[in-house]
């Protein structure tokens, strides 16, 4: 069964670096979607992805974050200078039309 | 008032049990409706969606009712495999794109 994919599981980095973190979507799917949670809270949306340009972003999504498709298969999330905050786990998500299917995640710990 | 709003729990029931979830959105745009469940530490798993005629699967039904903007979710002969938490999933269609995902209520089942 054809699932999404996410790398690295997880990552840790010092506060002001940069990260990107990586997912391999569903190949057959359109939509694709980065979702964060933070520890004990709730799924929140980040932005979703469509025909190669963003299509909804959250206010959580400010110029810090960006995301690309650099190739047919991969997207990516990027985080500018981290912060503290921002440690959390990352999901990213893709569809075909609907329902929305996850990756495992990568837990971002920021020091 | 919160965009997808549900008791926390935590539902700590026997096995065997019947087990009701709530769920109240409040953008009467929404179009599309799901139910994920989330293991501890682990990505969002798509249980099902909700349609306005209601749905069944296996143990598990699902009904919604737009005029009171109210989703239900029903798990008969509850299994101990069926802890974790329970998280109600709306999508405001503009692009197809935009999901809330409700703060989710923890399952408990005791042997």
Redesign the interface.
Known sequence: EPEVTQTPSHQVTQMGQEVILHCVPISNHL?F?W?RQILG?????LV?F?NNEI??KSEIFDDQFSVERPDGSNFTLKIRSTKLEDSA?Y?CASSR?????????TRLTVL | RKEVEQDPGPFNVPEGATVAFNCTYSNSASQ?F?WYR?DC??????LM?VYSSGNEDGRFTAQLNRASQYISLLIRDSKLSDSATY?CVV?IY???????????TRLSIRP
Do not use: D, N, W
């Open positions: 939509y979607y979702y809270q709730k799924v929140e949306f979703s469509y299509s909804e786990m999901f039309q609907g329902e929305q299917f996850f990756g495992p995640g | 599309s799901f989330q530490r682990k990505e969002p798993k798509l969606s998280l999508s503009s692009s197809a794109s935009k999901i809330i995902f409700g703060s989710g």
